[in-house]
């Protein structure tokens, strides 16, 4: 049979074991797993039967037993990221995924290699974004990190819209070698990312991207020398991503008091075709 079309199951009503999210009035949220005979409650709205919930469609508006008006909605895969799935490391913050989108040239279809696994965050973006014919490879050295991430990747499949990507999982260590070619984006997480350069410099396709998210300045400066040193990279570019939420009320305009201070740079660059064109032999200069 053939795959429903991308967003389908997305669209269908509230289903039996689904996680949504309950609104209040005033914008607190609930995460509730539904189940037929349970009853969601709090001390402000009241009794809401998760059976009226159930095949309800996704943006309800609901009453509950005690009169109060709630909101019922399906998670989105930022929701799950921040909200539902369990960490066993940090993760890439949803801001920076999707930079990161952007930054990768991500398509439909592109072939990419993410070191490492981790929690299956960021594997979950791209996921969605490479669609079903696309692959995306995961490297993960430490071999105890792999099931909790398929299980967060697993937990998260009906919200990724188009479910059909190829995904295959390594337990590798990039700094030892990768043995992919021909990739449009290898993206590094991982600590030491300059003790890998050679290696991506070797999988990517010409024209290729890497990118390299890092948490310190130093770790940056160590990467970003190091590609300038390098023959085969090109608009070597660290970049952050600031985001700040705004509260607008009537007559009252103004940015959150708390936002998210840091999180990482994410450093870019493309490979070069070492040795091809007429500028190295002297003709273009
Ligand atoms: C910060 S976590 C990645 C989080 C992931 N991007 C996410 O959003 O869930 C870094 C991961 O890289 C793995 N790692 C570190 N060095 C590695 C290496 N040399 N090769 C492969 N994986 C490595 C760690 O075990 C860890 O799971």
Same mark, same amino acid.
């Given at each position: %049979?053939?795959?429903?079309?991308?967003?389908?199951?997305?669209?269908?009503?509230?289903?039996?074991?689904?996680?949504?999210?309950?609104?209040?009035?005033?914008?607190?949220?609930?995460?509730?797993?539904?189940?037929?005979?349970?009853?969601?409650? #709090?001390?402000?709205?009241?009794?809401?039967?998760?059976?009226?919930?159930?095949?309800?469609?996704?943006?309800?508006?609901? %009453?509950?037993?005690?009169?109060?008006?709630?909101?019922?909605?399906?998670?989105?895969?930022?929701?799950?990221?921040?909200?539902?799935?369990?960490?066993?490391?940090?993760?890439? #913050?949803?801001?920076?995924?999707?930079?990161?989108?952007?930054?990768?040239?991500?398509?439909?279809?592109?072939?990419?290699?993410?070191?490492?696994?981790?929690?299956?965050?960021?594997?979950?973006?791209?996921?969605?974004?490479?669609?079903?014919?696309?692959?995306?490879?995961?490297?993960?050295?430490?071999?105890?990190?792999?099931?909790?991430?398929?299980?967060?990747?697993?937990?998260?499949?009906?919200?990724?819209?188009?479910?059909?990507?190829? #995904?295959?999982?390594?337990?590798?260590?990039?700094?030892?070698?990768?043995?992919?070619?021909?990739?449009?984006?290898?993206?590094?997480?991982?600590?030491?990312?300059?003790?890998?350069?050679?290696?991506?410099?070797?999988?990517?396709?010409?024209?290729?991207?890497?990118?390299?998210?890092?948490?310190?300045?130093?770790?940056?400066?160590?990467?970003?020398?190091?590609?300038?040193?390098?023959?085969?990279?090109?608009?070597?570019?660290?970049?952050?991503?600031?985001?700040?939420?705004?509260?607008?009320?009537?007559?009252?305009?103004?940015?959150?008091?708390? %936002?998210?201070? #840091?999180?990482?740079?994410?450093?870019?660059?493309?490979?070069?075709?070492?040795?091809?064109?007429?500028?190295?032999?002297?003709?273009?200069?």
């Amino acid at each position: %049979m053939s795959e429903p079309p991308a967003g389908d199951v997305l669209r269908v009503p509230f289903q039996e074991a689904e996680t949504i999210i309950i609104t209040e009035p005033r914008g607190q949220r609930h995460f509730v797993q539904l189940k037929h005979g349970d009853k969601f409650h #709090h001390r402000r709205t009241g009794h809401i039967s998760h059976d009226i919930i159930i095949d309800s469609p996704p943006g309800a508006q609901l %009453m509950s037993e005690q009169g109060v008006r709630v909101v019922c909605l399906r998670l989105t895969l930022e929701d799950f990221i921040l909200k539902k799935l369990r960490r066993r490391t940090s993760i890439i #913050h949803p801001k920076d995924l999707a930079t990161l989108l952007v930054r990768g040239d991500v398509y439909p279809g592109a072939r990419v290699l993410e070191v490492g696994l981790g929690s299956g965050a960021t594997s979950l973006i791209l996921l969605r974004f490479i669609g079903r014919t696309g692959t995306l490879t995961s490297y993960e050295r430490r071999e105890e990190f792999v099931d909790p991430a398929l299980a967060n990747i697993r937990a998260a499949h009906s919200l990724l819209g188009d479910p059909g990507a190829t #995904h295959e999982v390594k337990v590798s260590d990039v700094y030892e070698g990768i043995e992919e070619e021909d990739l449009d984006l290898v993206l590094l997480d991982v600590p030491e990312p300059h003790r890998a350069t050679p290696h991506v410099y070797g999988a990517l396709r010409p024209g290729g991207i890497l990118l390299s998210w890092l948490p310190t300045v130093t770790q940056v400066y160590h990467l970003v020398r190091q590609l300038q040193d390098e023959p085969g990279w090109s608009e070597v570019e660290t970049r952050e991503t600031l985001q700040r939420s705004w509260a607008v009320a009537e007559n009252a305009m103004r940015p959150f008091h708390r %936002m998210v201070g #840091h999180t990482g740079f994410l450093i870019r660059t493309r490979k070069l075709s070492v040795g091809t064109g007429n500028w190295e032999l002297g003709a273009g200069s």
